[in-house]
Every structure is written in structure tokens, then in C-alpha cells.
């Protein structure tokens, strides 16, 4: 008998449901796009979306679809050539997308996101109304990273997060992670022999991050570590999350069936609204080292006063997301900043009243306000953390 957990559960009591598809399902190094594939997935979105749910896809696929159109030799491509090949591929992929759905009289929608779209919060709300609004039009969003201008400074890195990031912008139930494997695995099954599967994880550990391996196949950029660091982000929102083989026709079917895969259950007390979007952030832009009597305030609900910072590294402006660090350099909060990075480094560890000594009147004591801080459940030194809303 199946966990009531597991991964077929967890899809049958979905409604909003994200859907991430790696490139080396979608193409062939030498064929490129295998269309019966995806002809498959959107058989199966069309019976998902005929039981009353939404679906939105995040489709890596774009370079390796236009270098394959393009009949680039394989191994690293410059910027450029890769920005290039991304420009052919989205078209193709697109067109793609749009007919293996239009076999089941659904509508797709193409939107290309830069980091920017999801770190800055008015993009990010922008993104999310258009997304919404195709969702009430009845369309399939298909989601992708813009790697036509994306550089190596302003992009996600890897379509995991990407997907995690869209799945708490949108408030998912489940997020599925279509990828080479079928789950999460003690240790990387390609080199161990006796690596065990992990059915479910209720929370993400330090030693459940100790499991993941590197990428797996020529098209990734990410590999089992991006994906629990994709299941940081999307369980502390309240959104739970599936690992499993897409290698295999009607991919989204065979979980239903129950095929091996891991489920990563979602938070019970997620953070809120515009602390989601705080919690979720990739790209912090500096770090405050904090003493114990500063730790135990935040863990109280209490904001982060100048007086309990010990170090400021990186340069930051004001309203920018910063982590905060114990003195080991562990992940304990982040959060919106109230000072250039200048300035806070004139007021650590000051109390209020030098504070207005140096700054002049009116200087806030408060370096990260309680309203814009979310904490962390773990401590985390790699800057995606499994977060909870203090507010």
C-alpha cells in the first residue's frame, strides 16, 4: 500500500500545479526536439486541466533546441552563440508548445523571465498578474528563463528555482520537477550501488542536502542540488514538491499511477504574501554578521536593531535583500535592509542614541524592521534557506 504522502496523493489533491520540464526531455543532441514526448506531457496536462486544474509549465530546452536547429558543435558555447541559439529555440519551442496543447483545444501562453522579473517586487507583481490573467483566460502558461539576454550576473542559473520561484509567485499546490532521476537518493545512484531512494522528506535537513549530487546531463545547468534547493523555496511557501523520472511517456500520468518519486512535504506554517517573495529571493546583496543577544531577538519577533550587528560585508542599498548570519556564518534571517551598506557599517553595533549622534535625527535603530524579515527554520549557509514568517 502507498503512503497516503506520496507523490500520487500529492497530485491528486493539487489544483494549482507547476509543472518543470528539463532540456534533455524535451531534446536530443542530434534529432532535437522529441515531439512524441511532448506530445505526451500535453495529453496529460489536457486530463489534468479536464479535472478542473490548472497547470502552468517552466520548460527549460530553448539553446539546446536552437543549437540543434542551428547545427552547433557540441561542447561550451560562447555568450553570445548561446544567446543566439536561445533566440531560435524559443521560437521553435514555443510553436512547439502551442500545437502539442492545441491537440486538446488549449491555449499556451509564452512568457520569458529574467531574475530581475521575480527579485524586484513590482516586476514580480507584474509577472504574477499576467500569469494570473492567463490562467482565468484558460490558457496554459509556458514559463522560460530569457536566455536571449540573460548573462551569467542576472539569471537563475538553473529552470529548478526558476520553477520554484514561479510556484510560490503563484500560490502552486505542488511542484513537480520532471528531471533524469527518479527521486532523491542517499547518495547519486550513478556511482554507488547501494544508494536508497527516499520516498518523502518532511523537511529539508542539512543531511538531506548532504544527499544531492551534480548535474547528471549535458544539457543541465543544475542537478539534485538545485532541486532541493528549489524544495527550500517552494515548501517554506506552503507549496509541496514531486521528484520524478520524466524519461518516460505521459510523465505526469505515471505519477498518478504511482512510479517511483520523492515527495517533499510542504511547510505547515509557510510565510505570507510579500514575505514569500522575501524568503524565496536567489540573489542576496550582502550579509550582517549578528551576536547571540541579536539571534534570540529575531527568534522572538522582534527586528533587527544596529546594536546586534557585528559584521556588514557587501555592497548594498537601502531596500535591498541581505542574509543574517551567527558568527559561524550560518543563515539565521533575511531580509529588506533600511541602510546603504555605508551607513550600516557606521552603525553596527551602535544603540540608538549614537546612532543619531553619527546620522543626524530621525536615523532608524532598526537595521532589517520586523516587517521585513522572515527567519529561518534551519540555519543555511548557501543563501536559500527554509524560511517563516516572524510578522
Same mark, same amino acid.
Given at each position: 500500500?502507498?503512503?497516503?504522502?506520496?507523490?500520487?496523493?500529492?497530485?491528486?489533491?493539487?489544483?494549482?500545479?507547476?509543472?518543470?520540464?528539463?532540456?534533455?526531455?524535451?531534446?536530443?543532441?542530434?534529432?532535437?526536439?522529441?515531439?512524441?514526448?511532448?506530445?505526451?506531457?500535453?495529453?496529460?496536462?489536457?486530463? $489534468?486541466?479536464?479535472?478542473?486544474?490548472?497547470?502552468?509549465?517552466?520548460?527549460?530546452?530553448?539553446?539546446?533546441?536552437?543549437?540543434?536547429?542551428?547545427?552547433?558543435?557540441?561542447?561550451?558555447?560562447?555568450?553570445?552563440?548561446?544567446?543566439?541559439?536561445?533566440?531560435?529555440?524559443?521560437?521553435?519551442?514555443?510553436?512547439?508548445?502551442?500545437?502539442?496543447?492545441?491537440?486538446?483545444?488549449?491555449?499556451?501562453?509564452?512568457?520569458?523571465?529574467?531574475?530581475?522579473? @521575480?527579485?524586484?517586487?513590482?516586476?514580480?507583481?507584474?509577472?504574477?498578474?499576467?500569469?494570473?490573467?492567463?490562467?482565468?483566460?484558460?490558457?496554459?502558461?509556458?514559463?522560460?528563463?530569457?536566455? @536571449?539576454?540573460? @548573462?551569467?550576473?542576472?539569471?537563475?542559473?538553473?529552470?529548478?528555482?526558476?520553477?520554484?520561484?514561479?510556484?510560490?509567485?503563484?500560490?502552486?499546490?505542488?511542484?513537480?520537477?520532471?528531471?533524469?532521476?527518479?527521486?532523491?537518493?542517499?547518495?547519486?545512484?550513478?556511482?554507488?550501488?547501494?544508494?536508497?531512494?527516499?520516498?518523502?522528506?518532511?523537511?529539508?535537513?542539512?543531511?538531506?542536502?548532504?544527499?544531492?549530487?551534480?548535474?547528471?546531463?549535458?544539457?543541465?545547468?543544475?542537478?539534485?542540488?538545485?532541486?532541493?534547493?528549489?524544495?527550500?523555496?517552494?515548501?517554506?511557501?506552503? @507549496?509541496?514538491?514531486?521528484?520524478?523520472?520524466?524519461?518516460?511517456?505521459?510523465?505526469?500520468?505515471?505519477?498518478?499511477?504511482?512510479?517511483?518519486?520523492?515527495?517533499?512535504?510542504?511547510?505547515?506554517?509557510?510565510?505570507?504574501?510579500?514575505?514569500?517573495w522575501i524568503a524565496?529571493? $536567489?540573489?542576496?546583496?550582502?550579509?550582517?554578521?549578528?551576536?547571540?543577544?541579536?539571534?534570540?531577538?529575531?527568534?522572538?519577533?522582534?527586528?533587527?536593531?544596529?546594536?546586534?550587528?557585528?559584521a556588514v560585508a557587501?555592497?548594498?542599498?537601502?531596500?535591498?535583500?541581505?542574509?543574517?548570519?551567527?558568527?559561524?556564518?550560518?543563515?539565521?534571517?533575511?531580509?529588506?535592509?533600511?541602510?546603504?551598506?555605508s551607513d550600516a557599517?557606521?552603525?553596527?553595533?551602535?544603540?540608538?542614541?549614537?546612532?543619531?549622534?553619527?546620522?543626524?535625527?530621525?536615523?532608524?535603530?532598526?537595521?532589517?524592521?520586523?516587517?521585513?524579515?522572515?527567519?529561518?527554520?534551519?540555519?543555511?549557509?548557501?543563501?536559500?534557506?527554509?524560511?517563516?514568517?516572524?510578522?
Open positions: 500500500m502507498t503512503s497516503v504522502r506520496d507523490g500520487a496523493e500529492a497530485l491528486g489533491r493539487a489544483r494549482r500545479i507547476v509543472v518543470k520540464i528539463g532540456s534533455a526531455l524535451l531534446v536530443d543532441a542530434e534529432t532535437g526536439l522529441k515531439a512524441d514526448w511532448l506530445r505526451s506531457l500535453g495529453a496529460d496536462v489536457a486530463a $489534468l486541466r479536464r479535472e478542473g486544474r490548472e497547470v502552468l509549465l517552466v520548460s527549460s530546452g530553448a539553446i539546446a533546441l536552437g543549437r540543434a536547429i542551428l547545427k552547433l558543435p557540441h561542447g561550451a558555447l560562447k555568450l553570445e552563440e548561446s544567446q543566439a541559439a536561445a533566440a531560435v529555440g524559443q521560437i521553435a519551442l514555443s510553436r512547439a508548445y502551442s500545437e502539442a496543447l492545441a491537440a486538446h483545444a488549449i491555449e499556451a501562453g509564452q512568457i520569458l523571465l529574467t531574475l530581475g522579473d @521575480t527579485e524586484e517586487r513590482r516586476r514580480y507583481l507584474n509577472a504574477r498578474a499576467t500569469i494570473g490573467t492567463l490562467l482565468q483566460f484558460g490558457a496554459v502558461p509556458v514559463i522560460n528563463e530569457n536566455d @536571449t539576454v540573460a @548573462t551569467a550576473e542576472i539569471r537563475y542559473g538553473d529552470n529548478d528555482r526558476l520553477a520554484a520561484r514561479v510556484a510560490t509567485m503563484m500560490s502552486a499546490d505542488l511542484l513537480v520537477l520532471l528531471s533524469d532521476i527518479d527521486g532523491l537518493y542517499t547518495a547519486p545512484p550513478a556511482g554507488n550501488p547501494d544508494a536508497r531512494h527516499i520516498p518523502l522528506v518532511e523537511a529539508i535537513t542539512p543531511a538531506i542536502e548532504a544527499m544531492a549530487g551534480g548535474a547528471a546531463s549535458l544539457f543541465s545547468r543544475g542537478g539534485m542540488k538545485t532541486k532541493v534547493d528549489a524544495g527550500k523555496i517552494a515548501t517554506a511557501a506552503g @507549496t509541496s514538491m514531486v521528484i520524478t523520472a520524466g524519461n518516460r511517456m505521459n510523465p505526469l500520468a505515471a505519477i498518478a499511477s504511482g512510479e517511483r518519486a520523492t515527495l517533499f512535504l510542504a511547510s505547515a506554517d509557510p510565510v505570507r504574501s510579500r514575505k514569500r524565496g529571493h $536567489l540573489d542576496a546583496n550582502g550579509r550582517l554578521t549578528v551576536d547571540a543577544g541579536a539571534i534570540a531577538a529575531l527568534q522572538s519577533g522582534k527586528s533587527l536593531l544596529a546594536a546586534g550587528v557585528t557587501g555592497d548594498f542599498r537601502r531596500g535591498d535583500t541581505i542574509l543574517v548570519v551567527d558568527a559561524g556564518g550560518l543563515e539565521v534571517a533575511r531580509g529588506l535592509v533600511a541602510y546603504d551598506a557599517r557606521i552603525v553596527a553595533g551602535l544603540r540608538s542614541a549614537a546612532i543619531e549622534e553619527r546620522l543626524g535625527a530621525g536615523a532608524r535603530a532598526a537595521v532589517i524592521h520586523r516587517d521585513d524579515l522572515v527567519m529561518a527554520r534551519h540555519g543555511w549557509d548557501d543563501g536559500v534557506g527554509e524560511m517563516r514568517d516572524v510578522g
